[in-house]
């Protein structure tokens, strides 16, 4: 029996263990951090950083020194047979000899070093592997970007549907309460039907409602899982509150930023393009200029008719070369004229797309300033027509129950009540939104 308390208290904490690994408790900035080190799409956007940086070391070693070594082994199994004038032998005039040179099998053994001495596009392809470096780190950057943003608004989403859900529950029990008061004031004969079918229309909305914003809450937990990187069912707790971030998220200073468009990651993306055009441009030019190379090579060569090259009598002959190669390019019947001309062409269109996203940059910030500043401005009007819609709602509920106010009236002020709710905690999920994607345009994130 006490084995058996100990292999339950055993279990117990093991399954502790694993319920505590797959709970999470995230602030807003907590779940971002969090993101940006475990969200998919983020990690391998480090990953790309990582393959560039070895694609750079890769086109570095071009231009370094070559070592490479081969070991040939031939055994002809029919040697060739060579026609040599027999009159060399002593032979007669006009006949032939018939001899098959060298021996049977032959073994080489060579070691080459070579040297890049000079080459054009060799000195253009270190520049690109500099600039691929930048273009994966501006991956990353704009990576980072969308997924804080995507962050912000999954955990907004879940908020939102948290709320709502709370929100909706009260409404119910209100309507379940008045339904009843109704119920019993019409079975006293005090009271008509239409009163009591009214206020069940309603309730049936608000409970059809509340079922499907609970399982659009479900959802809306499992995006921000996936956002997050971690597993789509796990239990995920949010510490921050849907007012106390809209709260946070007001920031007028911010539509005082100044716009400038280089601290744009589009931008960045955009003046990378550019250069790696012009470097295409001077690889296309490259390719006219001379390329010259270095080596030296060495090697032994082993000659028999049986295979005894293992032996310690085998005669082995050494050789060596040292040398220099220069390639020359003439004419290419005008193909390398044509790559540059196209190269020039791409270029020009660089040049052409880097103006056009300045100037959409220029109106996207603009907009998003002002999109910012309406949600502001939104929240406050929501935020008093919410009061005023409470009001209402509860001056038509009084004049209800006193006869003065008709079912209908009741259920318009309920109505309109309903409508201000929710409106007013999208007003709040929009100036989070908002502010997050004026923060995405002017890249002030970390600011």
């Known amino acids: 029996m006490k084995n058996k308390l100990i292999l339950i208290f055993s279990l117990l904490i093991i399954v502790k263990g694993f319920s505590q690994e797959n709970l999470h408790n995230f602030s807003l900035q907590g779940a971002i951090d969090y993101a940006l080190e475990n969200n998919r799409t983020a990690k391998n956007a480090s990953r790309d950083i990582d393959a560039a940086k070895k694609q750079k070391w890769e086109t570095t070693t071009i231009g370094l020194p070559q ?20 009159e060399f032998f002593g032979g007669n005039v006009g006949e032939f000899a018939e001899v098959a040179f060298g021996t049977k099998q032959t073994m080489n053994g060579t070691i080459k070093l070579e040297q890049l001495i000079f080459d054009g596009s060799y000195l253009v392809g270190l520049q690109s592997a500099k600039v691929y470096l930048e273009i994966s780190k501006n991956a990353k950057e704009k990576t980072d970007l969308e997924v804080r943003k995507a962050v912000i608004n999954a955990y907004g989403n879940v908020l939102l549907a948290e709320e709502s859900v709370k929100i909706l529950e009260r409404n119910m029990d209100v309507l379940k309460k008045n339904l009843n008061e109704s119920t019993k004031i019409y079975e006293n004969g005090l009271g008509d039907e239409e009163s009591v079918e009214q206020l069940q229309i309603t309730l049936s909305g608000i409970e059809s409602t509340l079922n499907n914003t609970s399982r659009l809450k479900k959802l809306a937990y499992q995006m921000l899982n996936i956002t997050l990187g971690i597993d789509i069912n796990n239990k995920t707790t949010l510490t921050d509150s849907l007012e106390s971030l809209t709260a946070q998220n007001i920031v007028l200073d911010l539509l005082e930023v100044e716009d400038n468009i280089d601290n744009n990651i589009d931008y960045k993306i955009a003046k990378n393009d550019k250069t790696s055009k012009e470097l295409l441009l001077k690889l296309e030019k490259s390719k006219a200029l001379p390329t010259l190379k270095g080596f030296v090579n060495g090697g032994y060569s082993g000659n028999n008719n049986n295979f005894s090259f293992l032996e310690k009598d085998q005669k082995w002959f050494g050789s060596s070369l040292l040398g220099v190669s220069m390639n020359i390019p003439i004419f290419s019947s005008g193909g390398r004229s044509a790559a540059t001309q196209r190269a020039k062409i791409n270029l020009e269109k660089a040049k052409e797309d880097l103006t056009e996203t300045e100037q959409k940059l220029k109106l996207q910030i603009a907009s ?80």
């Open 67 to 86: 070592i490479s070594a081969s070991i040939d082994y031939n055994n002809w199994l029919k040697q060739q047979v060579s026609l040599i004038p027999a």
């Open 368 to 447: 998003a300033k002002s999109d910012y500043q309406f949600a502001i401005e939104d929240y406050d009007n929501k935020k008093q027509n919410l009061n005023l819609a409470e009001r209402i709602e509860a001056k038509n509920q009084i004049k209800f129950f006193e006869g003065i106010a008709t079912s209908f009236e009741l259920r318009q002020a309920q109505t309109q009540l309903y409508s201000s709710q929710q409106e007013f905690l999208q007003a709040m999920l929009d100036v989070i939104n908002k502010k997050a994607e004026l923060e995405t345009v002017l890249n002030t994130t970390n600011n």
